[in-house]
């Protein structure tokens, strides 16, 4: 027979070697931690800590234990949060119920004592804590599949679904990918899988099943809501809100691979500016430095960096410079990280991370003396030279080979702790700045994990492909990106590899695509266009050099199309004060800048349905023009309000699907219930 108490108003039971205990955590919700070592190890992970959340100090739980009429001992046991309760049974199976008594979730069990769903002798657990041998543990949590079912969030992943049942996700980091494991459900709960290790999830028709290959205990979190806005209003509680954003994040960002000279990009700079075009951040991007992982530009290409940073603040617009992980062992300060303990560690091979452009390995920020080291530096050569904006890039980290169970960090291995990588290296530069006096922090990074958000990161899809195919499934991994927690994102529009600006396909690729991006949280143009200049020399000072992609600003795409790129600069900046609104609920509350339809129309079934049609905020339905070469597009409208053609004024009444026209020039926009935005300019 178990062990049930009541342990300060958290829900405690014990078996055998396992210790499980369900506790209040924010409104409506509960986390639930489960472990075979003799204690509980204390990490938060991506929930704030309880002293640092004035908000848990509400969290007050109700714990009732029932006792068994034979023995007269506890058998079963419930606890109490707002609208969500847990119920244990004399297994430990666990379910969990929400207000009115409606089962959202239940762990998946297989054995005599559940007799409801005995199958003779499978005997399977609805948790398992299985011990590696002469290590750790590896966990797997397996749930009951519903059938009608619906997931949301889970991050990015490049597979075009927003709608993730009957999907396998892999719960790690990858270019592109970026694992988030918060999980909306249509049945009304927020799942959250609190563990950073290296894993997989899946949504199976017959099983859900989280499992992760070495870790130390079991952690995951859920709240129950009314509507999918309190669900992740209640999950942004927890795991932290954006800051205010900076003025100079709502409008227009200028970048490609790459600026290699000072010369250069302050020459694109002051070609918008003659052209009455607003730039709000223009980007020096990598290897601008003398050498990885020094951390400074390379004096000979920018000999005047403070003059230059003058100049671009006189035009509006804001530098933002690259920062990579990597640090080369030929870098003036590698010695002295490996000595202090700031680079990551390898258990068997050579101690190389990456060999492109160097052999390298990557600082370690899950040290908190790395983070301090680094933003030393960084402020040293950037911040004491005007620049407060920087582009964190390489931070799932990128491996030159994935094989996790090599790398070693300071929090632990790489196995149990990987995927907090980049919520640290945001960290690193969010604390930074904060001791210099900044409050309104943005910095881009192109992997995010739950939590990144209140460090101020602002995640991009990374280094996609220049197609339609990925463009479509972009729309997808930012609706997933804005559901997980994550309302600060964005793409490189026209993706990233390859797409010729002479080509009239990848140009209208480039328009579509740049049509979009005017309703995504943060507006910005990149990519590594062909064809590739190589450098003008290979090498300096014994460092390999790096050449630039093509011209990548808007007049490179053809007298026609210029008209149109240079419009939707200008649209973006007339919808400045409503993505000034859209900020500042992302910042109070944690709502998602872009939003799935159901967000807002919950009890419109169809709406559930849609993954290529959103809203941007509450009052813009977009629909970009995903296909090569459309001029007209399907469009559905939820039902519960009328929807307003920006473009012609027609008004159509919600709950209905109609088929509009899609010039090159634009792309379907429709406003809700009237509302008046300056879409066209008059």
């Not at 004035?54 to 109700?62: M, N, Y």
């Not at 244990?88 to 054995?111: A, D, H, M, Q």
């Not at 990548?552 to 000034?580: H, K, M, S, T």
Request: proline fraction near 6%; charged fraction near 25%; hydrophobic fraction near 40%.
């Amino acid at each position: 027979m178990a062990i049930l108490r009541n342990d300060d108003g958290r829900l405690f039971r014990s078996h055998d070697t396992e210790r499980l205990i369900i506790e209040a955590w924010g409104d409506n919700a509960l986390r639930v931690r489960a472990t075979r070592r003799p204690d509980f190890t204390g990490n938060d992970w991506a929930l704030i800590p309880r002293a640092e959340n004035p908000r848990l100090a509400a969290s007050r739980a109700v714990v009732k234990i029932e006792a068994d009429p034979k023995t007269g001992k506890a058998s079963t046991a419930s606890i109490t949060n707002g609208k969500i309760t847990a119920k244990v049974n004399r297994e430990g199976w666990l379910s969990f119920y929400n207000e009115k008594g409606e089962l959202l979730l239940e762990e998946y069990w297989r054995n005599r004592a559940d007799i409801t769903r005995y199958t003779g002798t499978l005997n399977l657990a609805g948790r398992d804590i299985y011990p590696i041998l002469g290590g750790d543990w590896k966990i797997t949590a397996r749930f009951e599949s519903k059938d009608g079912e619906r997931f949301y969030g889970l991050g990015q992943y490049q597979d075009g679904y927003l709608d993730k049942k009957g999907t396998v996700l892999e719960l790690a980091h990858r270019n592109t990918q970026s694992s988030v494991p918060f999980a909306l459900s249509n049945r009304g709960y927020g799942f959250l899988w609190n563990n950073p290790a290296v894993g997989r999830v899946s949504f199976a028709k017959n099983i859900t099943e989280w499992e992760v290959q070495d870790t130390l205990e079991l952690d995951y979190w859920i709240t129950a809501g009314d509507r999918p806005s309190q669900i992740v209003e209640q999950y942004a509680a927890v795991t932290g809100t954006v800051p205010m954003i900076p003025e100079y994040g709502l409008g227009f960002t200028q970048c490609k691979m790459r600026y290699k000279t000072q010369a250069e990009l302050l020459g694109v700079a002051r070609e918008y500016h003659r052209r009455g075009l607003p730039v709000d951040i223009i980007v020096a991007d990598f290897f601008h430095w003398t050498v990885q992982g020094e951390w400074k530009f390379d004096p000979i290409d920018w000999p005047d960096v403070p003059a230059m940073v003058k100049e671009l603040k006189s035009m509006g617009t804001e530098l933002m410079v690259s920062i990579w992980p990597t640090v080369d062992t030929r870098s003036p300060w590698y010695e002295e990280m490996l000595e202090k303990g700031y680079l990551i560690s390898v258990d068997r091979g050579v101690r190389i991370n990456m060999n492109w452009m160097g052999e390298t390995v990557f600082f370690d920020p899950t040290n908190p003396g790395t983070r301090e080291y680094l933003f030393s530096k960084v402020k040293a050569h950037y911040w004491d030279q005007g620049i407060k904006l920087f582009w964190l890039d390489e931070a799932e980290p990128e491996f030159g080979i994935y094989d996790f169970d090599i790398y070693r960090y300071h929090l632990g291995p790489a196995l149990q702790v990987t995927n907090l990588y980049p919520a640290m290296y945001a960290r690193a530069f969010y604390d930074g700045l904060k001791s210099l006096g900044e409050t309104k922090i943005l910095n881009l990074v192109r992997t995010a994990w739950a939590g990144s958000q209140r460090y101020g990161a602002l995640c991009w899809s990374g280094d996609i492909h220049s197609s339609f195919r990925a463009f479509r499934e972009q729309v997808t991994a930012g609706l997933s990106m804005a559901i997980a927690g994550i309302p600060w994102w964005t793409t490189d529009i026209g993706g990233f590899i390859g797409g010729d600006p002479t080509d009239p396909k990848f140009r209208e690729l480039l328009v579509r695509w740049m049509q979009w991006g005017v309703f995504c949280p943060i507006f910005r143009l990149h990519g590594d266009r062909v064809p590739y200049k190589g450098p003008d020399e290979e090498f300096r000072k014994g460092i390999k050099q790096f050449g630039s992609g093509a011209d990548n600003e808007i007049w490179c795409f053809g007298d026609d199309n210029y008209p149109i790129l240079a419009e939707c600069i200008r649209q973006r900046e007339r919808l400045r004060p409503y993505v000034r609104e859209l900020m500042k609920e992302a910042h109070e509350k944690g709502t998602p800048v872009i939003r799935p339809l159901f967000y807002e129309f919950p009890d419109d079934a169809e709406a559930w349905k849609v993954e290529t049609v959103h809203l941007f905020g509450p009052d813009v339905l977009v629909a970009p023009v995903l296909e090569e070469g459309a001029r007209k597009r399907e469009v559905y409208l939820p039902k519960g309000a009328s929807w307003t053609d920006a473009a012609t004024g027609q008004v159509y009444p919600g709950g209905q699907s109609i088929t509009v026209d899609a010039p090159i020039e634009r792309m379907p926009i429709f406003l809700r219930n009237g509302r008046a935005l300056p879409i066209y300019a008059k």
